[in-house]
C-alpha cells in the first residue's frame, strides 16, 4: 500500500465519522435551549427594569445557533468544506504538475547520464556488462593482464556500490519525508474529526454570556486545521519545483559539458530532503499566519521543537553514516 493511499484512507475516515456529529447534536440542544433561556430571560428582564423597550433582535442569536446545531453536518460543516474544497484541489492540482514534471525531467537526467558516461571509453564499461565483457575478452592470461582485470573488477564493484549507497540514502530520506507528510495529514484529519464531532457543544456553549467567544474559535481554529493539507501540498510543490530546476540545471551541463559529473547533485538532492523533512513541521505555524487561530501556540511550539530535533537526528545520522562509509572507502 502506498502513500497515496494512505492519504485517501485518511480523507475516507473523515468522511465515515461526520453522521457522528448527529450523536451530539442532541446533547448540544439541551445546553443551548438552558443557555437560551437565560440569556433571554435576563434580557427581557433587564429592559423591564429599566422601562426600555425591548430589542427583539439580540434575541434571535440562540435560535440562530439553534439551527446550526441542528443541522450542523449540513449547514456549517458542509458549507465550510464546499468553500475550502477548491483550495485543496487547487493546490493538489499544483502539486501534481510539478512532481510528474519531476519525474520526466529525471528519466531524461538518467539517460544523459546513461549516454555520457557510454561515449567516454574509460567509464562505459562501468555501466555497460557488453563494453566489459568485451574488454575482458581483449585482455590475455599474463600477469599484467590479470592485474588489470582485478582493477577493473574492483573499479566496477566499487561504482556500483557508490550507486547502491547513494540510491539507499534517497529512499531512506523520501521515506522518512513521506512519512513526516502522512504524520501531518494524519493529525489533521484527527483534529478535524474531534472539532467536528464536539462542534455542536462549542455552539451550544457560545449561547452563554461569557462564552460567545467559543463559536468563534471553532471557526478559526477548524479553519486552520483544515488548511494544513493546502499548505503541506505548496511546501511540497515547491520542493518538486526546486527539484525540476536542479535537474534542469544537469540536463543542460551534461548535455554541453562533458566532464561535468553528478556527484554533486545528488548531495544538493539530500540536502534538499532534509530541509523538507524540517519544514513538514512547520506546516501547523504557516497554516495559523493564515488565519490565527488562538489555544495553538503551545502546539506550534512543540511542533517546532519536534522539527529542530528531527532534523538534528536525520542531518547527524546522514553525516555519520556517511563519514564511516567514505572513512572506509579511503582505508
Not at 183 to 198: A, K, M, Y
Not at 270 to 280: E, L, R
Request: charged share 15%.
Amino acid at each position: 500500500m502506498g502513500f497515496e493511499n494512505l492519504h485517501q484512507i485518511l480523507r475516507d475516515l473523515y468522511a465515515e465519522m461526520m453522521p457522528l456529529c448527529a450523536t451530539m447534536a442532541g446533547v448540544a440542544k439541551g445546553i443551548a435551549g438552558l443557555g437560551a433561556l437565560f440569556y433571554v430571560s435576563y434580557r427581557v428582564w433587564q429592559s423591564l427594569a429599566r422601562a426600555e423597550p425591548i430589542d427583539v433582535y439580540p434575541l434571535l442569536r440562540p435560535f440562530a445557533i439553534g439551527l446550526c446545531i441542528m443541522f450542523f453536518p449540513t449547514i456549517v460543516l458542509g458549507t465550510i468544506n464546499m468553500v475550502l474544497s477548491p483550495i485543496v484541489r487547487g493546490t493538489n492540482q499544483l502539486l501534481e504538475t510539478q512532481t510528474m514534471d519531476m519525474h520526466t525531467y529525471q528519466q531524461q537526467k538518467d539517460r544523459l547520464e546513461y549516454e555520457a558516461m557510454m561515449r567516454d571509453p574509460t567509464t562505459a564499461y562501468l555501466v555497460s556488462n557488453e563494453v566489459f565483457d568485451r574488454i575482458l575478452d581483449d585482455l590475455g592470461w599474463s600477469p599484467t593482464d590479470m592485474m588489470i582485470v582485478a582493477g577493473l573488477y574492483l573499479e566496477r564493484a566499487m561504482y556500483n556500490m557508490r550507486k547502491a549507497i547513494r540510491n539507499m540514502f534517497r529512499d531512506i530520506l523520501e521515506l522518512i519525508f513521506n512519512a513526516v507528510a502522512l504524520l501531518i495529514d494524519t493529525l489533521r484529519t484527527f483534529f478535524l474529526i474531534v472539532l467536528s464531532i464536539l462542534g455542536p457543544i462549542a455552539f451550544a456553549f457560545s449561547v452563554w454570556d461569557g462564552f460567545q467567544a467559543t463559536m468563534t474559535q471553532w471557526f478559526c481554529r477548524y479553519i486552520s486545521v483544515y488548511l494544513w493539507l493546502p499548505v503541506a501540498d505548496l511546501f511540497s510543490a515547491i520542493l518538486a519545483k526546486i527539484q525540476v530546476l536542479i535537474l534542469q540545471n544537469d540536463i543542460e551541463r551534461l548535455a554541453t559539458d562533458p566532464t561535468f559529473t553528478i556527484d554533486a547533485s545528488n548531495g544538493v538532492y539530500i540536502v534538499f530532503t532534509i530541509i523538507g523533512i524540517i519544514g513538514y513541521f512547520s506546516v501547523p505555524t504557516v497554516a495559523n499566519w493564515i488565519i490565527q487561530a488562538g489555544g495553538m501556540g503551545n502546539y506550534g511550539r512543540s511542533v517546532n521543537a519536534a522539527a529542530v530535533k528531527s532534523g538534528s537526528v536525520v542531518a547527524g545520522a546522514t553525516g555519520a553514516a556517511v563519514g564511516n562509509i567514505k572513512g572506509r572507502l579511503i582505508h
